[in-house]
């Protein structure tokens, strides 16, 4: 399990790499009071197109190999930019384009998780 300071270095730090290319409505899900989770934490936000997309996950891959020596367990849905998501164990990272955001609606199937506020 990692610990809670490492967590925290790891949210800020996807969070910066999402900030830095300009990534919309960066959410944070506490899931770990739910029973049946995938992780712990999920981060989700969006860009305005596939370029986009890919430059976040670009942008929090680097970050987080550069700042934390880390780097994803596994990358999915990278071929269409879509939906993206890095896998990073316990913090699992989703990036979408507005309109796949507001077709598969994390934050409403997740509904019963905690929403942590950024910044």
Not at 36 to 49: H, P
Not at 76 to 96: C, P, Q, R, T
Not at 97 to 108: A, C, H, T, V
Request: with cysteine; glycine share 6%; aromatic share 8%.
């Amino acid at each position: 399990m990692t610990s809670k300071t490492n967590f925290k270095k790891l949210i800020n730090t996807i969070v910066e790499g999402i900030d830095d290319v300009k990534g919309n409505e960066i959410s944070l899900l506490d899931l770990r009071d739910l029973e049946n989770r995938v992780c712990d934490y999920f981060i989700i936000c969006d860009g305005n197109s596939n370029t986009q997309v890919s430059a976040i996950i670009n942008s929090v891959t680097k970050k987080v190999s550069k700042k934390l020596k880390d780097k994803p367990w596994g990358i999915e849905g990278a071929e269409n930019a879509e939906w993206i998501l890095l896998d990073y164990i316990d913090v699992v990272v989703h990036v979408f384009q507005k309109s796949k955001r507001e077709f598969y609606d994390l934050e409403g199937l997740w509904g019963d998780a905690k929403k942590i506020e950024l910044k």
